[in-house]
Structures are given as structure tokens and as C-alpha cells.
């Protein structure tokens, strides 16, 4: 009776159960035999001397030809009995005819290479009923148990997101055909940098490695073993490489009647090839299939993939890419060409841009491809590459073929417009990727379908290199031009555009705007554009300050995108999703969800540049400043003079304030002037949102009051009907700060509070919490009523700490002991806290965890640099560590 269901874990407890149960000298004494089955490789010897190590009691270990114990318990261990000699089968049937009672017998085989199918020991076994018989089957391992292998042998570090499911898949979950893989020194070389896409780019690298010799003579043996005229079988299920019918292995092996017939069951025999189940044969593994293939001549390959290929191309629908491979294979170019078309066509029509964009690069990337194709290829090729994610290879291709002077001008056109939106998006090269969209414009003159595309992708407002508008021009000649040319997808593709330029202008017309995208359209690409549609709504809001609404844009948008194929949309509205939780206060465990996502979009800096600038912020208010400035302008972010302006912006804002806690006015100042007049070259006013406060405190603090003040004005102009409620907000900091300079600070305190109120409202509650303190201090400084303002810095503080803003807590603690009433100060005298920190200690250590210096914490908290050298000393000291680095582990505060 085999044993069944539970995990491989609790079915090797049970068996372990059973073994020990028929060798207990106290137990009933009822013998048993325990058969492990499975196919060559998957693990039969592991599991046996596992279960074996340590038998149960005094049990004595024999193998086959050993005279059985007098008495006592014993173990018998058979393994590999598919290849037992006659007389030691005859040795065992006689054995276990007659068992001792306190037997246990253990036996391993392969069933696939039993000499009579399902009977162990031969034809004439009888078991008796006194013999417990326990059938174990050793199947392939799952993901999971790939996983742990390849950990175990590489290391976490070294296995890329996907090489599990790679190595399963090639491999059928053999375990010996994976260790052989994992084995291979050059493995870890041969696998792509960062995540791998769908698992493609690991698949090629496997592909190029090859069967492992164990497993490929294990299939010449086993091929060698079918009578010579029947194994053209074997070698059209290798060539096939996937489970098929006795009728469809017939065709390609050239093989009819009775000849096919015996041809399948010799080689069945022969364990070459084996039951798939539904009536289909073939390997158990790609990589065997390729063994398989390694074992046919040359020209009898070829052969196989010309039938292979006809055989193909008689289904409904026809697999194109098969097709492509084996006329490939077998050296019919011009058929192959044609199926690389037809399947990228395919793959675009499914929205499998990713598939289509590796097809169509191998095919342009091997050798001369004739011009009449080689054209329509790289239109393919364009079109897929800007739905899909950062490929180096494709942009290589586009710009070789966009160089070639005998291509007619109209082709030139198009593929330089997906050239464009390729550097512009996926490489992040957005100046030199509308130059080529400023360049396809005068190409695509009269084909309005590509030319719209052009216009509207000029239009898009993030870069720095026109002005808003210009934007507005563009987008105003892409919709004219787009309902001319009566195309539905050009029409959507518009429409998305539209909404971004206006959105993100903060004009109310574009909210109606968005309903109208054609979500439910049967042509899956307008619901690609419309899913890119959503998600840059998403985007345009977050900067708005409407967040309830980019959440729901963005649920929507990315699950569309992921549906239609939009892979690259798809990215974007995840980047979103960060700078949403930023925004809102949803800040645990947002660094590393930010991390994960530039580890996996990392060489697309437009992609990871929402992530970065986060992760910046999220340094600045724990005061790690040495990683605020490498997240935000390390050779890894976006360029604040070319990349998205709205994150330019922010990020200088972030700059501006790191300066001024250093002190350096004189570099804040100038760092707010060179983002104020980018702003002011763009002129969305509504991306001055988290700069305009800072640039203009540090501009007063610089000695320029007039300066300052005309760019409050400025700022507010530029918001003037504008819809923009997180500048509205930052528009009552800045005439906050601007009434705090020049000594007014009741009035400065009252747009405080109207700031933090709207920051409340939105919600924003780190912002609420800045200006919150804002007002108190204001209220504290004008020796108004100081309970509720003490009371108000009180719980700034409390919203510091709750989302980890460290330093931000600090210097609000600070500002609350300042202020403290002498009543309510502690008496004189120090207190004892023997080896606990104190208070101050406690504040002073995380500061010097954060990374800041003593110089910089003894501004933050009003102290002598002489006093922070003290307390970061007796800190180390309790604490028992030696640097600050400890420091943070010990308290709970490195970077999370």
C-alpha cells in the first residue's frame, strides 16, 4: 500500500514511524517491506540513508547474501534492485516469502528500468499477508526545495529573484540535475545582474550551459538501448521538446503504421522517453530533451525540425515562435524570419511585449536580415520595446538601424519615435530622447497616426527642456492631428497624454477626462495607453495632493497594465505607490519596500528616481545625511537639471534644508535659486510644493528679503486657480516663514496653523507636524499663553517618533526643553541612572547612530559640542559597544 499526502517532511517522519515500529524487540513483531521508487536522479539513495542512519533498538544492518539473524531485529537495505542479479532477486523472494517477524526491509529502485514494469523483484513474487508492504514514491522536488539547494550551494546573495523557478523548470525538479547544475563553477557567471524579467534572461543562460554530463549520458545509454530503426522517435520527442502524441512523434519521426507503433513502445522500454500523461509522451525535463537532441546527427536534426515545423504550423492557433526556432534549426531563413514576425505580432496582439521585444532582438542581432524585413522588424521591435521594460540590446538595434541612410524616410520616422520614448522612459536619457522625438516630427509629416504619437509625446511635462507652455502647444496639435487620423490606439494614446499635461497643471477640466479613457476597448493597445493613462493621472495627483484619488487611479491602473501588458506602466505606478506612502505617512518598512523596488529597476533611473528621492527623505528626517546626499544626488539618482522636474524639485528642497542645518547658508541659498528659476522655466508652480518653504527661508536667511518675498508672490501667482491643495498648503508655510523673518510672528504662527490645518486635511502628517511646531514656536516666541503651544511641541514630538523622523523628534524636544517653564523644570542637582541611558543620553546616542556629527547634534539640541562628545561617550560606555554604528543596532535605530 503506498503511503500518500502530507509534505515530503511528515512522509519521511512516517516512514522513519514504520521502520522503527518492525524492529521494536517489545513491539507485535510484524515485519515489513518498505520499496522506494523513483526515477534515476530524484533523491532514492539520500532518502535511504536517511531513514537508515539510526535504526531503532539494536537492529542488525545486512544486505542482500547476508544469512538472516537467528533472532533480533534486522534491517535490510537493497538499493538500485532494478539492476540485482538473478540470484540475489531469488535470495530476497525466498527472504520475504518467509520474513522474519522483526524485519524491516528496505528496498530502491528505479521503476522506469524494472525488467517487468511494476514488479520489483520479478514475476514469480508472492508476498505473504503477514508482511507489512509500504510503496514510497520519490518524486521531483518543488520550487520551494530548489530554492533551498540553490542557497545552500550558492548563497542568498547569489541567487538572483527566479533562478528557483528557472532551475525547476529546466530541470523537471530532479534533484541530481539540479545539484549537477548548482556544481558548475561558471553557473553564478553565466546568470544576468538584478532580478530577471519573466525568468527569460535566466533561461538563456541555462540554455547556453547545457545538459550536465550526468544526465546526458544517462540518455545516450538509455537511446543506445532502442533498437537502432526506432529511434528516430526519441528524437523527434527531443526535438519537439514537450509532451505529444504517439500521432504527432509519428509525423515528425517519419515513422507510419506499426512502424511508429513499436518504434513508441522501444523506446518506452528502454526508459528513453516516457508517459506524460492524456496520451502524450516525451522527457521529463527540457534539459533531457536537449540531451536528446545532443544525441542526433546534424543532418538528421534538421530533418526533424523541417517536419517539426510543418507539423506546427497545421495548428489553431499556430505556436509562431516554435515555428520560428525550428525553421531556424534546421537553416529555412526566409520561413524563419517570417514566424519571428508573425509571433511578435502574436505576443503584441496578447500584450506579451516582453516576449515579442527578446524574439525580434535575436532576429535582428544575427546576421544580415534583408531590408524589406529587416524594417518591419524594427517597427515591431520599436513598438513593443516602449510598453515594455529597459532593454540595452533593443536600444543597440534601434540605433543601428535608425542610422542607416537607405531606409525611406517615413520608417525612419517611426522607429525614431519609439527610439525616443525609449531613451525618454526606459533609459532615462530624456534630452537626447526628444531631441530624437523633435526629429521624427519633421519625418512623419502626412502619416498623422505616428506623428501624433510625436506630438503628444513632446507634450509630456516632466522633462526640463520646455516649458509648460510648450507643452500645452504640443498637446493641442497631437489631439487635432489625432482625430484626423480616425485610429482608435493613436486616439487613446492622446488622450492619456492630455490628461497628464493637464492634471499635472492643476486644471480641474482634466478630472472628467480620465473617465472617458476607453478601459473596456476590445483593442488591447487602448487599454494599454489607457492603463498609462491611469497611472500618470496617479502620478500628476500625488504631486496635486489628492491621494485618496491616486490610490484608486493607481489600483486601477496598474492592475489593467499588468493585465494588457504594460509592462513599463505597470513599473511607474508602483514608483507612485512609494511617493503616495511617503506623502501620507505610511512610512514602516517604506525604505525597504523602496530599496527592493531600485534593486529591481535600478538601471531605468526614470523608473527609480520615485524610490531614491524617497529614500532620500526618509534619511533627512532620521538625520542620516551622508545617505540623504547619496540617494539624492549619488551617481545613481536622476539629474536635477535633466530629470523629472517634480522630483528636481523635491529633491533641492530636501538639499536646501540639509544645508541650512549644516549651517552652510551661503550653499542653500544657492541651491534654492537654481530650483527656483528651473521651476520658473517650467512653470507648473504646483511642484513647488516641498521646495518653496525652504528656498525661501534660506533665501532670507542669505540676506535677501526682497528676493524673498517676490518669490512668495511669485508662488502664489502661479497657483492662482489652480487646483493643488498640497501647494496651497506649502503656500501658507512660506508667507509663515516669510512673517517669522521679519518679526512678525503672530501672523506668522496664524499661517502656521492654516498650513498644519490643510496638511491635516489631506492628510499629510509629517508636514502637519513641521508646521504644527512652526506655530508654537511662533506663538512661544510672541510670549503668548505657552501651555497649549508646549503642549502642541509635545505632540510633534510624539509624531516624529511614530514615523521614525529622529531628528526631526529631536530638535522638537530640544525646542520643548528650551521653552520649558522653569516650574516645570526638574530640580537641581543630576539625576542617577546608573548603567541606563539617560534621556539626553538616549536622544544624543540615536543622533550619533544616525550618522550626524557632534558638531551638527549639538545644533540640533541646543548643547556645546564638548557636552555631545560627553554623552556620546557614556553611551558606548553603557551600551558596551565601540562605535556608532553599534550604537544604532543596540538602540534599535540603524536604518531601517
Known amino acids: 500500500?503506498?503511503?500518500?499526502?502530507?509534505?515530503?517532511?511528515?512522509?519521511?517522519?512516517?516512514?522513519?514511524?514504520?521502520?522503527?515500529?518492525?524492529?521494536?524487540?517489545?513491539?507485535?513483531?510484524?515485519?515489513?517491506?518498505?520499496?522506494?521508487?523513483?526515477?534515476?536522479?530524484?533523491?532514492?539513495?539520500?532518502?535511504?540513508?536517511?531513514?537508515?542512519?539510526?535504526?531503532?533498538?539494536?537492529?542488525?544492518?545486512?544486505?542482500?547474501?547476508?544469512?538472516?539473524?537467528?533472532?533480533?531485529?534486522?534491517?535490510?537495505?537493497?538499493?538500485?534492485?532494478?539492476?540485482?542479479?538473478?540470484?540475489?532477486?531469488a535470495r530476497l523472494r525466498a527472504l520475504l516469502a518467509a520474513p522474519p517477524a522483526r524485519l524491516a526491509c528496505v528496498l530502491s529502485y528505479r521503476p522506469e528500468e524494472l525488467a517487468v514494469p511494476g514488479l520489483v523483484l520479478g514475476p514469480d513474487t508472492d508476498l505473504p499477508a503477514a508482511l507489512t508492504v509500504v510503496r514510497h514514491v520519490v518524486g521531483p522536488l518543488d520550487v520551494a526545495e530548489v530554492h533551498r539547494m540553490a542557497v545552500a550551494a550558492l548563497g542568498a546573495d547569489r541567487c538572483p529573484p527566479g533562478l528557483a523557478a528557472v532551475l525547476h523548470r529546466v530541470s523537471g525538479g530532479v534533484a541530481q540535475t539540479v545539484a549537477d547544475l548548482l556544481d558548475r563553477p561558471d553557473l553564478p557567471d553565466l546568470l544576468p545582474p538584478g532580478p530577471a524579467a519573466a525568468g527569460q534572461p535566466l533561461a538563456a543562460a541555462l540554455d547556453r550551459i547545457g545538459p550536465p554530463p550526468r544526465l546526458e549520458m544517462l540518455l545516450r545509454r538509455r537511446t543506445a538501448a532502442v533498437p537502432e530503426e526506432h529511434r528516430p522517435i526519441v528524437f523527434a520527442a527531443a526535438v519537439l521538446d514537450e509532451p505529444a502524441t504517439s500521432r504527432d512523434l509519428a509525423a515528425v519521426a517519419g515513422l507510419s503504421g506499426p512502424r511508429s507503433t513499436d518504434a513508441l513502445s522501444a523506446a518506452l522500454r528502454a526508459a528513453a522517453l516516457e508517459e506524460r500523461g492524456d496520451g502524450r509522451y516525451g522527457f521529463g525535463s527540457p534539459l533531457a530533451a536537449a540531451a536528446g537532441r545532443r544525441t542526433a546527427t546534424g543532418p538528421d536534426r534538421e530533418v526533424l525540425h523541417r517536419r517539426a515545423a510543418r507539423l506546427l504550423v497545421r495548428r489553431q492557433p499556430v505556436p509562431w515562435e516554435r515555428v520560428a526556432g525550428h525553421r531556424r534549426a534546421c537553416g529555412d531563413e526566409r520561413g524563419w524570419l517570417h514566424a519571428v514576425e508573425r509571433a511578435a505580432r502574436q505576443f503584441e496582439d496578447s500584450g506579451e511585449q516582453q516576449r515579442a521585444v527578446g524574439l525580434l532582438e535575436s532576429a535582428l542581432a544575427t546576421g544580415p536580415v534583408p531590408e524589406q524585413a529587416r524594417s518591419r522588424l524594427a517597427r515591431l521591435l520599436a513598438r513593443s520595446a516602449v510598453m515594455g521594460l529597459r532593454s540595452d540590446e533593443t536600444l543597440k538595434v534601434l540605433r543601428h538601424i535608425v542610422a542607416d541612410p537607405g531606409l525611406p524616410p517615413a520608417v525612419h520616422g517611426e522607429i525614431r519615435l519609439d527610439l525616443g520614448l525609449l531613451l525618454c522612459n526606459q533609459m532615462g536619457d530624456v534630452m537626447e530622447g526628444r531631441d530624437e522625438l523633435a526629429r521624427a516630427v519633421d519625418e512623419l509629416a502626412g502619416r498623422p497616426v505616428p506623428l501624433a504619437r510625436a506630438m503628444s509625446a513632446l507634450a509630456m511635462p516632466y522633462g526640463p527642456d520646455a516649458s509648460f507652455a510648450e507643452n500645452v502647444a504640443w498637446i493641442e496639435r497631437a489631439v487635432t492631428v489625432a482625430e484626423e487620423s480616425g485610429d482608435p490606439v493613436v486616439q487613446a494614446a492622446v488622450a492619456a497624454n492630455r490628461v497628464s499635461v493637464l492634471l499635472n497643471g492643476g486644471d480641474p477640466a482634466a478630472w472628467p477626462l480620465i473617465e472617458r479613457l476607453p478601459r473596456d476597448s476590445d483593442l488591447i493597445g487602448c487599454r494599454q495607453q489607457t492603463s498609462r493613462g491611469l497611472c500618470n493621472a496617479a502620478d500628476a495627483a500625488v504631486w496635486l495632493g489628492h491621494y485618496d484619488s491616486s490610490r484608486a487611479l493607481l489600483a486601477e491602473g496598474v492592475e489593467l497594465a499588468a493585465r494588457s501588458g504594460a509592462a513599463y506602466a505597470e513599473q511607474t505606478g508602483r514608483g507612485c505607490a512609494l511617493v503616495v506612502d511617503w506623502a501620507t505617512g505610511r512610512w514602516s518598512g517604506l525604505a525597504e519596500r523602496c530599496r527592493a523596488f531600485v534593486d529591481e529597476s535600478g538601471d531605468m533611473?526614470?523608473?527609480?528616481?520615485?524610490?531614491?528621492?524617497?529614500?532620500?527623505?526618509?534619511?533627512?528626517?532620521?538625520?542620516?545625511?551622508?545617505?540623504?546626499?547619496?540617494?539624492?544626488?549619488?551617481?545613481?539618482?536622476?539629474?536635477?537639471?535633466?530629470?523629472?522636474?517634480?522630483?528636481?524639485?523635491?529633491?533641492?528642497?530636501?538639499?536646501?534644508?540639509?544645508?541650512?542645518?549644516?549651517?552652510?547658508?551661503?550653499?542653500?541659498?544657492?541651491?534654492?535659486?537654481?530650483?527656483?528659476?528651473?521651476?520658473?522655466?517650467?512653470?507648473?508652480?504646483?511642484?513647488?510644493?516641498?521646495?518653496?518653504?525652504?528656498?525661501?527661508?534660506?533665501?532670507?536667511?542669505?540676506?535677501?528679503?526682497?528676493?524673498?518675498?517676490?518669490?512668495?508672490?511669485?508662488?502664489?501667482?502661479?497657483?492662482?486657480?489652480?487646483?493643488?491643495?498640497?501647494?496651497?498648503?506649502?503656500?501658507?508655510?512660506?508667507?509663515?516663514?516669510?512673517?517669522?523673518?521679519?518679526?512678525?510672528?503672530?501672523?506668522?504662527?496664524a499661517h502656521y496653523e492654516r498650513s498644519a490645518a490643510a496638511y491635516r486635511g489631506l492628510p499629510r502628517p509629517y508636514h502637519a507636524a513641521l508646521t504644527s511646531a512652526g506655530a508654537a514656536r511662533c506663538t512661544l516666541a510672541a510670549d503668548a499663553d505657552s501651555g497649549p503651544a508646549l503642549a502642541a511641541l509635545a505632540d510633534c514630538a510624539t509624531a516624529f517618533d511614530t514615523l521614525g523622523a529622529t531628528w526631526d523628534a529631536a530638535r522638537t524636544r530640544a525646542d520643548l526643553r528650551h521653552h520649558r517653564p522653569s516650574t516645570e523644570r526638574r530640580p537641581p542637582g543630576r539625576p542617577r541612572y546608573g548603567d541606563v541611558l539617560s534621556p539626553r543620553e538616549e536622544e544624543v546616542a540615536e543622533l550619533a547612530a544616525a550618522g550626524m556629527s557632534n558638531r551638527e547634534i549639538a545644533a540640533t539640541l541646543h548643547l556645546s559640542p564638548r557636552t555631545v562628545e560627553q554623552h556620546v561617550a557614556r553611551a558606548?560606555?553603557?551600551?558596551?559597544?565601540?562605535?556608532?554604528?553599534?550604537?544604532?543596532?543596540?538602540?534599535?535605530?540603524?536604518?531601517?
Do not use: C
Not at 539513495?45 to 542488525?60: F, I, K, N
Not at 542669505?702 to 496651497?728: C, H, K, Q, W
Not at 558606548?876 to 531601517?896: D, I, N, P, W
Open 1 to 89: 500500500m503506498p503511503d500518500g499526502g502530507g509534505t515530503a517532511d511528515e512522509a519521511e517522519v512516517a516512514l522513519r514511524r514504520r521502520l522503527a515500529a518492525a524492529l521494536d524487540p517489545k513491539g507485535p513483531g510484524r515485519p515489513v517491506l518498505l520499496l522506494i521508487e523513483g526515477a534515476a536522479g530524484t533523491g532514492k539513495s539520500r532518502l535511504v540513508a536517511r531513514l537508515t542512519a539510526a535504526p531503532t533498538g539494536s537492529a542488525r544492518r545486512t544486505v542482500p547474501g547476508d544469512p538472516p539473524a537467528a533472532a533480533g531485529p534486522e534491517l535490510l537495505v537493497a538499493e538500485d534492485v532494478h539492476r540485482a542479479p538473478a540470484d540475489d532477486l
Open 605 to 749: 533611473p526614470y523608473l527609480a528616481s520615485d524610490a531614491r528621492m524617497v529614500l532620500g527623505l526618509l534619511a533627512l528626517a532620521r538625520g542620516e545625511w551622508a545617505d540623504t546626499l547619496d540617494h539624492l544626488t549619488g551617481p545613481d539618482a536622476a539629474g536635477l537639471d535633466t530629470g523629472p522636474v517634480p522630483i528636481s524639485a523635491t529633491a533641492s528642497g530636501a538639499l536646501v534644508r540639509l544645508a541650512l542645518a549644516h549651517d552652510d547658508v551661503a550653499g542653500a541659498a544657492t541651491e534654492a535659486a537654481a530650483a527656483w528659476q528651473r521651476l520658473r522655466a517650467k512653470g507648473i508652480w504646483a511642484w513647488a510644493a516641498e521646495l518653496a518653504p525652504w528656498a525661501v527661508e534660506a533665501t532670507l536667511r542669505a540676506g535677501n528679503s526682497s528676493t524673498a518675498g517676490a518669490m512668495t508672490e511669485e508662488f502664489a501667482v502661479g497657483l492662482d486657480g489652480r487646483d493643488a491643495p498640497s501647494a496651497d498648503a506649502a503656500l501658507e508655510w512660506t508667507r509663515a516663514v516669510l512673517a517669522e523673518h521679519t518679526g512678525e510672528t503672530a501672523r506668522a504662527a
Open 876 to 896: 558606548l560606555q553603557k551600551t558596551g559597544v565601540h562605535s556608532r554604528q553599534q550604537l544604532g543596532r543596540v538602540l534599535g535605530t540603524a536604518t531601517q
